[in-house]
């Protein structure tokens, strides 16, 4: 067996894995996390459900999965880093350096994410405890709640779980561990899949199934705000890991012989259906409860253990959901530092150790911020005299900046790049598609998917 390969190592070692299986665990590994548990249902019950989710859907289909094979195809036919792959494609095709910049905005972008990325993390490695010390056995909805404000309120608390978890990235990406880590995938992914197939059934018992599922897939666009679009827009950037010259650096591994088309699909698809699944387990417990579908941040915090709490083994079964949602959580975030660390051993030639060290220290630094919008600095809104900004605290700032705006700008880049700039024949090379699907891909690259986030952009800013 050999190692699926880091980022920024530009040989590709093959073994017992084919490269298309290294390409599509390491994508999905990146892929598939909080943004899919955590993320996912609690901005779907803060934007109405139903038509929210469809919107959602058709950004994956029509904007994320052309521009993931338009990163993929650039990472591989670069063969090197985002911002060297850019630079190269650029030059071949006789364009201006400046597209490197694209790179560039896609490592601050990382680095801002990581830093709240790590916080929820540790919300989710504090969860470990807490299920498998018994503390949710027979808990009420009050009493569970009351648990996760205690932990929200109580910065010290919050601070060690973030240097826990940041801690374990960083670990993983000083030593270039990554390899053993995505073997790991093959086995922890299905577990995962498997557990949240155990919560759906667990939750069609609870007798609001049917309500969850009207509430997920029956769209009532009254609900639907042109705020919510460029949210839905934004998260699925957000949990397909685009805009950031991600899937960029793991292209750059991918074999010639391999379909670019078919591997973006097959990670797509994994990526959303964990969602969906997240959704269907979390939705039945809350309209149960009577819980609030658009309660924020918290929502899963405060649904799931109260399924744990409730139902039989719900100790052994919270603490495995609770360690499986950790590893998916941890695979992003290596995913998100390592192609800071590697930027900075390009530029500065400083080793790799003392790179994570600075990245991840620094990240760590900025996600105590993200801590502190929680408690201490719950009311310090610094933008708030801006109308779309109101109310927001540095942790929404910072997640709204990144995924609205920051991820949509990079794809739509992409895009533009790929689309308008590259040469189409050697898109066709690089994709190898039938004359039909390369057509379609490359009008939706061009017309549908830039045109696409620009109106959202444009409509949400007036
Ligand atoms: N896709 C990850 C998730 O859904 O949790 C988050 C993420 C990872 C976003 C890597 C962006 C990224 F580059």
């Known amino acids: 067996m ?7 190592t530009s040989t590709v070692k093959r073994g017992f894995w084919s490269s298309r299986m290294a390409f599509i665990l390491a994508a999905t590994g990146s892929a598939v996390g909080l943004g899919n548990i955590w993320k996912f249902p609690y901005i779907t019950g803060e934007n109405g459900g139903g038509a929210f989710v469809l919107v959602y859907l058709l950004c994956i289909a029509i904007i994320g999965i052309p521009i993931m094979m338009a990163e993929v195809l650039i990472g591989r036919r670069g063969g090197h880093s985002p911002i060297n792959s850019m630079r190269t494609l650029a030059r071949n095709a006789k364009l201006t350096p400046r597209w490197v910049w694209l790179a560039g905005m896609g490592v601050f972008a990382s680095f801002v994410i990581l830093s709240f990325y790590s916080v929820i993390g540790g919300w989710a490695t504090s969860y470990v405890l807490t299920a498998a010390s018994g503390q949710l056995s027979g808990q009420s909805a009050d009493a569970i709640g009351a648990m996760f404000s205690g932990l929200l309120g109580d910065p010290v608390r919050l601070l060690i779980w973030h240097s826990l978890f940041m801690g374990l990235t960083m670990l993983v990406v000083a030593r270039g561990l990554r390899g053993g880590l995505e073997r790991s995938v093959t086995i922890l992914m299905p577990a995962l899949f498997i557990l949240l197939l155990i919560m759906v059934g667990y939750a069609s018992t609870t007798g609001h199934f049917g309500e969850a599922a009207r509430f997920l897939f ?3 666009f009254s609900r639907l705000t042109t705020q919510g679009v460029l949210i839905a827009l934004g998260h699925a950037f957000f949990t397909l890991s685009l805009g950031i010259g991600v899937m960029m650096a793991y292209g750059s591994y991918l074999q010639q012989d391999i379909s670019i088309a078919r591997t973006s699909v097959t990670v797509s698809v994994l990526d959303t259906v964990v969602a969906l699944l997240a959704g269907m387990a979390i939705f039945p417990i809350v309209f149960a409860n009577g819980l609030e579908p658009g309660s924020g941040p918290g929502l ?7 399924a744990f709490a409730q139902m039989p083994w719900g100790s052994v079964f919270g603490t495995v959901f609770f360690v499986l949602l950790v ?6 975030a290596i995913s998100l530092l390592e192609p800071i660390v590697e930027w900075l051993e390009e530029l500065d030639g400083m080793n790799r150790v003392t790179s994570t060290l600075l990245a991840g220290g620094l990240c760590w630094l900025l996600g105590i911020a993200s801590i502190l919008s929680l408690n201490a600095w719950s009311g310090f809104t610094p933008l708030a005299m801006f109308p779309l900004f109101e109310g927001k605290t540095i942790f ?5 900046l990144t995924a609205n705006v920051l991820l949509p700008l990079g794809g739509l880049t992409v895009a533009v790049f790929a689309g308008w700039f590259l040469k189409r024949a050697m898109l066709e090379e690089e994709l190898a598609l039938p004359q039909p699907w390369f057509g379609l891909w490359y009008s939706v690259l061009r017309y549908i998917s830039p045109v696409a986030v620009a109106i959202v952009f444009v409509y949400n800013l007036v």
Request: hydrophobic fraction near 45%.
């Open 327 to 332: 590893f998916a959580a941890w695979t992003s």
């Open 218 to 220: 029956q769209p009532d």
């Open 300 to 306: 899963i915090f405060q649904t799931l253990p109260l």
């Open 396 to 400: 929404d700032l910072l997640d709204y």
């Open 2 to 8: 050999d190692d699926v390969p880091a980022v920024g």
